[in-house]
Structures are given as C-alpha cells and as structure tokens.
C-alpha cells in the first residue's frame, strides 16, 4: 500500500513529502509521533523542497556570472565598502522601493561580484534578477527602442519583479 501512496505523491509531483514519508519509515521513531506532527513534518518539507526549486531557478534565470553570495563579502580590505551601506542593501529594501542600483568603481575592486551577490540574495528574497553589465544592456535598449519592444523589456511598471 505505501509503494501505491509513494507513487501518487511522485505522480502529483509533492516530491518533498514523498522523501519525507520516505525518511519517516527508516528511521523508525515515526510512530512515536503524533498523526498531525508527521501531515506537519511532511508539509513542511514539501515547501522547503518547492521553496529551494523556486530560488535554484531565479537564481539560474539570473545568468550570475560569479558564484557570489552576501555572507562572503569581506569587509576587511579597504575597498571603500561601508557595512551599514551594504547591509542595507543586502536587506532588498531599495527594490520593494522600486529604486535602481548601479555600482561603480575602479577596476578591480569586485564590482561584479558584489553585484551577483546583491542579485543572489534578491533572487532568495523571492525577486526576480537579471546580470547584465552595461555595454550589453544598452545595446538591448537601443535594439529594444529601434524594434518597439521597449515596453516589454522595461521593468518600470513592476518593479518588484526586477533586481
């Protein structure tokens, strides 16, 4: 009977609840627990499941072009980086806002990985995100402007959906 309810959640794609189920029979101490706590530990892991493939394809869509992430900016060297200023940033409050970004400095600095740092905690923030560095960017604008596509690939009327 658990090989038939095994294959219906796989069938009904709740893949997180089938590993759960899954893990609940190995280990044995399932029946130490209540009914609602094992329906419980099984809804939640299906919505972490559901909630790491949602940030897994932001964060793929991204197009990142560095592995970056907020907890590995090192504020040690002195790149001109204010903490405060970046933790602020790191909290997506400037995108809720509908506010742009851009970040400059000399070469070398780590511009880009910040970016994709920034990119990749908006994408686990649940925003979409988009690295583009600039030549490329104003290239699409100006073929996006020169065709009538411009609508379509400006985010000013939803920006909460753009990074």
Known sequence: ??????????SLRLTGMAKA????????GASELTFEERVTLMV???????ER???????RSAKLKQGACAEDID????RGLNRGVVENL??????????????????GL????LACALA????????TASYTRLPRLMEELALARADGSYLPLSYDDHPEQAA
């Open 44 to 50: 939640d892991r299906q919505w972490d499941f559901r």
């Open 1 to 10: 009977m658990i090989e038939r309810t095994m294959e219906r959640l796989y």
């Open 120 to 127: 990749d905690r908006a994408c686990r923030e649940g925003f």
């Open 75 to 78: 504020y040690r060297y002195n």
């Open 90 to 107: 790191l909290a997506c409050h400037w995108i809720r806002a509908g506010r742009n970004l851009i970040v400059t400095g000399p070469t």
């Open 21 to 28: 189920l899954e893990d609940q029979m190995l280990r044995g």
């Open 53 to 59: 493939r949602r940030v897994e394809r932001r964060v």
């Open 110 to 113: 780590g511009k880009s990985w």
